[in-house]
């Protein structure tokens, strides 16, 4: 190693390129502008083909977009709601499955239902006593 240069482990590439692209996602999906620009630069010459929507997210930029925490979306990948990758130490979303979920959300009633639930072993256990005839008096009371 010469010139300062360090030696790179085997993963260090990888990690760092994982980084640099996640990095890249979260700076396109808070600039619509250089998104933009990039898009002209990556529409196929003469195809017309344009995209014109994000093609995913990480669960900070959906998060921001849609006005929750992230908190909520990793909650939603946690429960199965939300259809998602995690690469890098990052959640991955897809647009589609964005979509996905946000039709799933509007379809649904917001309120939970409680559901009744068997009795533990311990209500069972109080339940199983025959009722007390009188209260007990302690000793020393009238």
């Known amino acids: 190693?010469?010139?300062g240069q360090r030696e790179r482990g085997?993963?260090?590439g990888a990690e760092l390129s994982g980084a640099?692209?996640?990095?890249?996602?979260?700076?396109l999906a808070r600039d619509a502008a250089t998104a933009e620009r990039l898009r002209a630069i990556l529409e196929p010459a003469g195809t017309g083909i344009v995209v014109t929507s994000?093609?995913?997210?990480?669960?900070?930029?959906?998060?921001t977009a849609i006005g929750v925490t992230?908190?909520?979306?990793?909650n939603a990948i946690a429960r199965g709601e939300l259809a998602a990758v995690?690469?890098?130490?990052?959640?991955l979303i897809s647009a589609d499955a964005v979509s996905a979920w946000i039709r799933e959300?509007?379809?649904s009633p917001r309120r939970r239902r409680r559901t009744e639930r068997p009795?533990?072993?311990?209500?069972?256990?109080?339940?199983?006593l025959p009722p007390a005839a009188a209260p007990r008096r302690s000793i020393g009371s009238p």
């Open 86 to 91: 995690k690469r890098g130490g990052r959640w």
């Open 70 to 74: 992230p908190k909520v979306v990793r």
């Open 1 to 3: 190693m010469s010139g």
């Open 54 to 63: 994000v093609p995913g997210y990480t669960a900070d930029t959906l998060a």
């Open 10 to 12: 085997s993963d260090g």
């Open 20 to 27: 640099l692209a996640a990095a890249l996602v979260d700076a």
């Open 105 to 107: 959300d509007a379809s």
């Open 119 to 128: 009795a533990g072993r311990l209500t069972a256990a109080f339940g199983a």
